[in-house]
Every structure is written in C-alpha cells, then in structure tokens.
C-alpha cells in the first residue's frame, strides 16, 4: 500500500512552497534549533519500514542531494547584480535542506554544501514533517518544530 500522506503532504508541502516563493526574510533566530534534536528516519525505520521504504525511494528524500538541484542550482546565482534576485536565488536550501537551514547550516546555497551536517543531507525528513507544532505564516518556512518529540518517541 501507498503511504497515502506522502502524496496528500507532498500537495500541501508544495501549495505552500508557492506561498513562499514570494517572501524571503531570514529565519528569525528564535526559529533556531540544535541540530542534534533532530531524529533520524533510520530510528522511524525500526518501526515504520514500509513508510521508510517508500520515502527513501521520494524525491523528499532526494531534496539536498538529487543530482539536477545541485547541477542546476548555481546558475540561478551566475551573473545576478540586484540584491533581492540574489537573495531569491540564495534561498534554495530553505526548502531543499530545510533541516540544515533551521538548524544553523547551510543557511544560502552558495555556502560549502559538503559541509552540510549528515542529517540535513537528508531532505525533507520524517522528524521535520511530524515535529510540526503550528504555524505562525503562511510563507517563508513558518512552522513551530518540536523535533525529537516524536509520538513514539516521547514516553
Ligand atoms: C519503537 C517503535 C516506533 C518508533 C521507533 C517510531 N514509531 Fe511511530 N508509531 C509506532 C506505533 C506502534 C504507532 C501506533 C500505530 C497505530 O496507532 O496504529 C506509531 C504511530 C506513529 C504515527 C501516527 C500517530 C497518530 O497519532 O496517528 C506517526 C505520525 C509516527 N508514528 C511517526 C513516527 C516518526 C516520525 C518516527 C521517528 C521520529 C517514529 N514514528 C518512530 C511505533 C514507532
Ligand atoms: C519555497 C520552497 C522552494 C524553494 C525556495 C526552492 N525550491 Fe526547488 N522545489 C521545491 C518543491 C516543493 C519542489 C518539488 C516540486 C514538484 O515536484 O513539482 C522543488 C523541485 C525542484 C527541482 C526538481 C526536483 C529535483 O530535485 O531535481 C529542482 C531542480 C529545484 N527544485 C531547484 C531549485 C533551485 C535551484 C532553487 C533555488 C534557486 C529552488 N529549487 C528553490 C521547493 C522549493
Ligand atoms: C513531507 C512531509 C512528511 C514526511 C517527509 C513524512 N511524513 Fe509521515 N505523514 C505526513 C502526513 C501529512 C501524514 C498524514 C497525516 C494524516 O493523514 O492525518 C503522515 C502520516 C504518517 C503516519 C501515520 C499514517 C499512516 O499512513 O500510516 C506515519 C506512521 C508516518 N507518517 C510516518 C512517517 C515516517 C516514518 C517518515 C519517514 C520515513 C515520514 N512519515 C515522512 C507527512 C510526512
């Protein structure tokens, strides 16, 4: 059986992906989360091998490390003069490595993305999707995330 929320997640994630697109602050530093709350989705995998399997077979899997992004990434930055196009073509590693970037790096794409901690080389990954708390906007990475805090987890 499909995992049915991967599809459904991968709607919402995107509808608002589009609302982000058009605001781009900074992650305001109280957004700002040690990184090593982060739980791996190979400690969910213990649990949830079929889930596990299905997304690590995703593109959400992919989102930092897919081949097409990293080629095709740094010619959205080639040649920009105007400060907000740069900052617009910076921004890609909010959404492909948001884990990273709510976690201190990479915080703009031309940072040494070989540096980017393990985790965050994960995409867009179980423990960010499922730490979601809330939502103080509508653009520009605005969840509440209670990484770590995961239901199974918690006890
Ligand atoms: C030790 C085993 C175990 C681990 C590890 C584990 N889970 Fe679970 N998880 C469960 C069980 C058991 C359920 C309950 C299944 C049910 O209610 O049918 C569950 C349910 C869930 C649910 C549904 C909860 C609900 O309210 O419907 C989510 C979402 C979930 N787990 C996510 C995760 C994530 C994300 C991780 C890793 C951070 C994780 N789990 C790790 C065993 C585990
Ligand atoms: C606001 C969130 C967001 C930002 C910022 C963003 N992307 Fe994406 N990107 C997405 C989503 C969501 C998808 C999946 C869309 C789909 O499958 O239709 C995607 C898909 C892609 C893909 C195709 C899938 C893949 O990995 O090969 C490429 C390439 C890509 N983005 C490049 C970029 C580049 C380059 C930037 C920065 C200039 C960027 N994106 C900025 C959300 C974002
Ligand atoms: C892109 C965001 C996203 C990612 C990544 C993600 N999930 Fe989910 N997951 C969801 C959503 C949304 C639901 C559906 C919630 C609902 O239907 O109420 C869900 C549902 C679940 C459920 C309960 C319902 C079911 O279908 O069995 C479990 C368990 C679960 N996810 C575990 C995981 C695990 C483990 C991973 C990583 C291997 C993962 N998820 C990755 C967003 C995500």
């Known amino acids: 059986?499909?995992?049915?929320?991967?599809?459904?997640?991968?709607?919402?994630?995107?509808?608002?992906?589009?609302?982000?697109?058009?605001?781009?602050?900074p992650v305001s530093s109280e957004e700002m989360i040690h990184i090593d709350r982060?739980?791996?989705?190979?400690?969910?995998a213990?649990?949830?091998?079929?889930?596990?399997?299905?997304?690590e077979n995703s593109m959400h899997h992919?989102?930092?490390?897919?081949?097409?992004?990293?080629?095709?990434a740094p010619f959205f930055r080639q040649g920009l003069t105007d400060a907000g196009e740069i900052e617009e073509a910076e921004s890609c590693v909010k959404c492909h490595t948001p884990v990273g970037n709510r976690t201190g790096f990479p915080m703009k794409l031309s940072d040494d993305?070989?540096?980017?901690?393990?985790?965050?080389?994960?995409?867009?990954?179980c423990d960010y999707c499922h730490s979601a708390e809330s939502?103080?906007?509508?653009?520009?990475n605005g969840l509440v995330l209670k990484p770590g805090m995961g239901k199974m987890i918690r006890a």
């Not at 213990?46 to 997304?55: D, P």
């Not at 992919?62 to 095709?72: F, W």
């Not at 939502?135 to 520009?140: A, C, E, K, P, V």
């Open 1 to 25: 059986m499909r995992h049915p929320s991967l599809k459904l997640s991968g709607c919402v994630f995107f509808s608002t992906a589009v609302l982000l697109w058009g605001s781009m602050q």
């Open 38 to 44: 982060f739980i791996s989705p190979e400690v969910c």
């Open 46 to 55: 213990g649990c949830h091998s079929e889930i596990f399997e299905q997304w």
């Open 62 to 72: 992919l989102s930092h490390r897919d081949p097409v992004y990293t080629r095709v």
């Open 113 to 125: 993305l070989s540096k980017t901690p393990e985790i965050a080389t994960l995409g867009i990954q």
């Open 135 to 140: 939502i103080t906007r509508i653009h520009n």
